[in-house]
């Protein structure tokens, strides 16, 4: 139950075997030490100890790779992408016949030998075996070194088979990390420090990880990858969803994993903070069976449509093997998909090592969720040279996040019968089939992504604050989709909901409506996507809902290249200033120009607002900036005949002679008698009708019917006329030696 509390365990009669990170430890006990455990104070959560186990040319196209290495489509070569520049881990069994080796020029020389597709490229291997004996980090059994040449491999080994087997990324350098002993795959019991954090400090920008455990609940493992996570924000950790799905109701659509039976999915893919990644079908229909005619595939997938459908001829669908979402908790997963069905990529020469599916000498085919992950964290690697490539040399993994799921495919869907109508990824996305749909890398590399007025992509929001933003949509566009993204703090195995600070999205088109979306309380990775929009400028809000742990760092990213303006801090037209309008008893002010907000009377005699909005001086009720005109929330049935605006606040006066005022009211400047501020009109007590206002920066000053004059706000310099320099939050009378009458006013 937080860190501290070591002395109380090991105080008691418990066998501990590990204790690491203040916080968790790894245990042996019986069913009576289980039942003293959970009724510790000090015990926050208690879980079994599980046994993890790995999830397993045509995919690069599929998923537009080859798109971003043409130098046609990224305007000249300095412009493709390799992977050049970035730094990949894969935690896996093994890598081809390789020891253990500690910096590039070490491994090249003991690694000599290794296979050409990574020659020259591998920065790092290191063999974990726990209390096992060491067997070396070489690759006996074949996944490690499949998983890696997706990534990164370059091909090099396939030219003599008159092809072109290159992974994702084939400039990237490789960060090896053997997890397969002579006992089993071994991850260490501290992921943070001695799995994530290594790697993290050798300039590892991407982490894979295509293994888990198939239990369904966000676990103690799941905390410590979450933890990872946001410490290192500037790395992306992916994990494989697992391999376990199954249409048990024979339905012909694949089930919701369950706690109470059925299937799980890896518990490690569960975390908030990480891409988890699903498997869509490759395209290979000469390779192709159906699902029904492997293992256990009568059993598993036993109804039409999945039965009888191939594996590999449908690049729209979903892998029938891929687990699906949600988490326990309701959250949507996997986030993304990529092929995973008949992947060919480099084979280890381990004598012992195998694949699914033979291939050439030195390739052959896997399948599997676990092969979908490297070809994502490869795409990872892109997107990340891709930013380096504008500038950014350490971009947040949030970030990368949203390009990635802003440029994604939804996929089609390869079934038409089954389930409810809507079979698998026929859904719209997001669903907890495909995610936020299937990695295209044209449209990653198309998206743009929201940066403030210093260039930073990362803007920090706090609880009930609400930014504003200007997402410019030019005719012609069919469709777009707005993402917010950011990395959560930790939470706990035992909360109900993971997410602890709250976000939430809204959208208005160039008319004012609101887009219909609803928001929620768990995910954090959301957003909008909307078909056949209007061209013009749209309203993007972000509001923090909940910011229990702030504050909080987001990023925007939009499909299709479409600009986003941070609109939080407009500029005024300069032909005005703030507080002077000009008027007078006999003419109207339409038009009031604050210090970064504008209002305006229209013909119907309705009154609307947009700019900033920290002080509430738009009227409608909230602190959000407005990009388009809002209306003011007048009481019903009323108009509006002029208006004034000062630097945050704004006045009124309406058609049953009354004067409102709202927004900042520090020195009393909207004459309510109060210092309190106001995101709705409140009513002056002039004690007689206004012919004429006029707002300055924090004072207001309004002409009665009489010819008398009254002002009320900031005298700090005697500007309320009263022979004081004391600020008043009610209406005073300005007294003129001669008794003139007024006529108008300007403050």
């Known amino acids: 139950a937080g860190a501290g509390h070591h002395s109380e365990l090991f105080a008691s009669d418990i066998d501990v075997r590990d204790f690491h990170s203040d916080r968790f430890a790894k245990i042996v006990v019986d ?18 100890d599980y046994s993890v186990h790995l999830s397993n040319d045509e995919a690069a196209q599929i998923i537009n790779v080859d798109w971003v290495g043409d130098p046609s489509n990224m305007g000249g070569p300095t412009n493709t992408l390799s992977g050049s520049g970035v730094i990949v881990a894969v935690a896996d069994s093994g890598l081809d016949t390789t020891v253990e080796c500690t910096s590039l020029t070490h491994c090249n020389s003991v690694n000599a030998g290794i296979l050409a597709d990574f020659a020259g490229r591998v920065e790092y291997v290191e063999s974990f075996h726990g209390s096992c004996t060491d067997d070396g980090p070489n690759d006996n059994h074949g996944h490690g070194t499949h998983v890696a040449g997706s990534v990164l ?5 396939s030219i003599s088979d008159g092809a072109n087997f290159a992974g994702m990324a084939p400039e990237a350098h490789l960060y090896m990390q053997a997890l397969l002993s002579s006992c089993d795959l071994e991850t260490p019991d501290d992921l943070e420090n001695d799995l994530f954090l290594p790697a993290y400090d050798a300039g590892v920008r991407v982490h894979t990880n295509s293994w888990g455990i198939d239990v369904y609940y966000y676990s103690a493992e799941t905390l410590k990858i979450d933890e990872a996570a946001y410490e290192m924000d500037d790395m992306v950790i992916l994990f494989a969803m697992g391999n376990d799905a199954i249409d048990l109701n024979s339905n012909g659509e694949i089930d919701l994993p369950s706690l109470s039976g059925g299937y799980s999915m890896n518990t490690q893919a569960m975390a908030k903070n990480v891409l ?38 449908d690049v729209e669908g979903m892998a029938a093997f891929s687990n699906r979402g949600p988490t326990a908790d309701g ?3 996997p986030d993304l998909v990529a092929p995973g069905t008949f992947i060919i990529s480099t084979k280890s020469a381990d004598p012992a090592a195998g694949c699914a599916y033979p291939g050439y000498d030195n390739y052959c085919y896997n399948g599997g969720t676990s092969m979908a992950t490297p070809i994502a964290a490869g795409s990872a690697a892109l997107i990340i040279e891709h930013l380096h490539n504008l500038g950014y040399s350490d971009p947040a993994s949030a970030l990368v996040k949203a390009i990635l799921v802003s440029g994604a495919h939804d996929m089609v869907g390869q079934y038409t019968t089954g389930g409810d109508g809507k079979n698998g990824a026929a859904e719209e996305a997001p669903n907890i089939h495909e995610g936020w749909g299937r990695l295209d890398l044209q449209g990653m590399v198309e998206s743009s992504f929201m940066t403030d007025a210093d260039g930073d992509a990362g803007i920090t929001i706090t609880t009930s604050e609400s930014h504003s933003l200007m997402l410019s949509v030019p005719a012609g566009v069919p469709n777009f989709r707005v993402v917010l993204s950011w990395n959560d ?37 959301v957003g909008i996507t909307v078909p056949s929009p209007d061209a013009g400028d749209w309203e993007i809000i972000v509001t923090g809902t909940n910011v229990a742990d702030g504050p909080q760092t987001y990023y925007l990213a939009s499909s299709n290249g479409l600009t986003i303006t941070d609109m939080r801090h407009p500029v005024s037209d300069d032909l005005n200033s703030a507080g002077f309008q ?21 013909d119907d005699s309705s009154l609307q607002c947009w700019g900033d909005n920290s002080f509430g001086q738009l009227g409608d009720g909230t602190t959000t900036d407005r990009l388009t005109m809002t209306p003011v929330g007048l009481e019903t049935g009323r108009t509006a005949v002029s208006v004034s605006a000062g630097a945050s606040h704004t006045c009124v006066t309406l058609d049953d002679s009354s004067l409102k005022c709202w927004g900042r009211n520090n020195q009393g400047q909207l004459g309510d008698g109060s210092t309190t501020n106001s995101l709705s009109p409140v009513s002056v007590a002039l004690g007689g009708f206004p012919v004429q206002i006029s707002a300055g920066s924090r004072h207001t000053c309004a002409v009665l019917t009489d010819a008398s004059l009254k002002c009320w706000g900031d005298n700090s310099h005697g500007q309320l006329g009263d022979g004081t320099t004391t600020d008043s939050s009610s209406p005073v009378a300005v007294s003129f030696s001669g008794g003139q009458k007024v006529l108008a006013v300007s403050a």
């Not at 039942?35 to 879980?47: C, G, Y």
């Not at 029904?292 to 459908?309: E, L, M, R, V, Y």
């Not at 939470?491 to 208005?508: C, G, M, R, T, V």
């Open 489 to 525: 703090p930790p939470n706990s195995p035992s909360a109900s909901k993971q997410l602890i600070n709250d976000l939430d999205i809204a959208l208005k088109d160039p008319s004012g409506a609101l887009y219909d979306y609803d928001n929620d309380d768990i995910n954090n990775l």
């Open 276 to 313: 988890s990644i699903g498997a869509s079908e490759n395209f290979r229909p000469a390779l192709s069976t159906t699902w029904g005619a492997q293992p256990g595939g009568s059993t598993k997938w036993g109804t039409n449509p999945i039965f009888s459908d191939g594996l590999t001829d």
């Open 153 to 157: 491999g370059d091909g090099a080994s």
């Open 582 to 602: 000009s008027g007078s008893i006999f003419t109207e002010t339409t038009v009031a120009i604050g210090g970064e907000h504008i209002c305006t009377i229209f």
């Open 31 to 48: 069913e009576k030490g289980v039942e003293w455990l959970v009724n510790q104070r000090f015990v926050e959560w208690v879980e079994p």
């Open 331 to 333: 959250r949507i997963k």
